[in-house]
């Protein structure tokens, strides 16, 4: 391999939440650190060059996005995904989560009700009631360790105060990639009914195995215009610091309600360092990514072998996408409060609690393999031994 994975980074010094908020999260420090989506590995050479080159500039004032910026955004959906992107139609936002904040707050209003699927990336739920609307859940399926959209009871959710659904395309925790036939299935569910979709595509890139993410605007006229998708390169090459991300819009009414909000906020520009290590990445990261996904794949594979041999009550749900593997601790036979504290005080690894993301997921547990696979092992020893006195 060209780049190097295995190398284990010490980020004490790099004022990381994932190390630095250990003891305010979990109560000790004394962890290894497998939870928020962060990864430990230092970013492709070709962005670190760039931001270098960006420093040695000596001047950090007000920017203004120069055209290739937009243009290695639109290029790399277009080269990879086969998805025209309007780059007329596209804002910036300093992250996803504030994205689906605005939105919320743009096209419903007090008491509206927006659909989410859980279990699912914590912040959507928190959106939704944080601004007053009605939650309405609409559960994924589990058969067999692999998760499925449930349409049945989606179709009989949706009534005339529904007026968003979020999707998390791929998902986080389950690790699925929606193939082109479920979201087909959703989408015109949602159009049928009149239901705009804001689609959370944050790790779209980070597919497995051969797996192929579908950006839900790409699959037709009719799916573009009823879809808002939120795209960042923070996930796919670790640049949730710099915040910036993207948010394409299908029309210009709607862009020019959320580019008014984003005025108002004045959180329309990019900071000077995201500006080059956005469009670096997607111009020059290419390479690096086809590398970290075979990476992934084999903490993975790792991963699962490990539990399988030495810790069978823990059974990982392989994903098809992501970096994050959701832990299927039921045999385990914990309440929420003997699981957190098993993995907390006993095995000494920090994991985000299944329940976060919804009680459907509370006898699970989601770790981040995005780590040198060194870190893993050490953190699963940790495990063992705890789970051996068991
Ligand atoms: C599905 C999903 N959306 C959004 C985010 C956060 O993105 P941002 O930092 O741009 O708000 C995450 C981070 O883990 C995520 O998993």
């Not at 699962?304 to 009550?313: E, Q």
């Not at 976060?356 to 696979?373: D, H, L, P, Q, T």
Request: hydrophobic share 35%.
């Amino acid at each position: 391999m060209k780049y190097d994975f295995h190398e284990i980074i010490d980020r004490s010094e790099n004022n990381s939440l994932k190390y630095d908020e250990l003891d305010s999260m979990f109560g000790r420090k004394d962890l290894y650190s497998l939870w928020v989506a962060d990864m430990d590995f230092k970013v492709a050479p070709a962005i670190q060059k760039a931001l270098e080159d960006k420093v040695k500039e000596g001047i950090y004032g007000y920017t203004s996005r120069p055209d290739s910026y937009y243009g290695s955004m639109v290029n790399w959906y277009n080269r990879r995904y086969n998805w025209n992107i309007d780059k007329d139609l596209v804002l910036h936002s300093p992250s996803v989560v504030s994205s689906l904040s605005l939105m919320v707050q743009e096209f419903t209003k007090p008491g509206d009700k927006i659909i989410i699927q859980p279990p699912v990336y914590y912040p959507f739920s928190n959106v939704v009631k944080n601004h007053g609307r009605k939650l309405v859940l609409n559960p994924l399926k589990e058969v067999d360790g692999k998760y499925y959209m449930d349409y049945e009871d989606l179709e009989e959710k949706i009534d005339e105060n529904t007026k968003l659904l979020i999707l998390c395309n791929p998902h986080n925790p389950v690790g699925r990639v929606w193939t082109k036939e479920e979201l087909e299935k959703l989408g015109n569910i949602c159009i049928k009914k009149g239901v705009k979709i804001v689609s959370d595509e944050i790790h779209g890139d980070l597919t497995l195995w051969g797996r192929r993410y579908t950006p839900l605007g790409s699959i037709s006229e009719e799916f573009r215009k009823n879809t808002i998708t939120c795209l960042s390169t923070s996930k796919t090459f670790n640049l949730a610091g710099v915040q910036a991300s993207f948010i394409v819009v299908p029309d210009k009414e709607d862009f020019e309600k959320l580019d008014r909000v984003m005025g108002l906020y004045d959180v329309s520009r990019n900071n000077c360092f995201s500006l080059v290590a956005v469009e670096a990445a997607l111009t020059h990261g290419e390479e690096w990514l086809e590398e970290l996904l075979v990476y992934l794949g084999e903490n993975i594979e790792f991963l699962i072998d490990y539990c399988k041999n030495h810790m069978p009550k823990i059974v990982p749900n392989k994903p098809e996408g992501t970096y994050l593997v959701w832990l299927d601790c039921s045999n385990l036979n914990m309440t929420t409060k003997e699981l957190d504290d098993f993995m907390i005080n006993k095995a000494k690894v920090a994991l985000d609690s299944g329940f976060w993301f919804g009680r459907e997921g509370k006898k699970y547990m989601r770790i981040n393999v995005a780590c040198s696979r060194e870190l893993i092992k050490m953190a699963l020893d940790s495990m063992k031994r705890a789970y051996d006195q068991l």
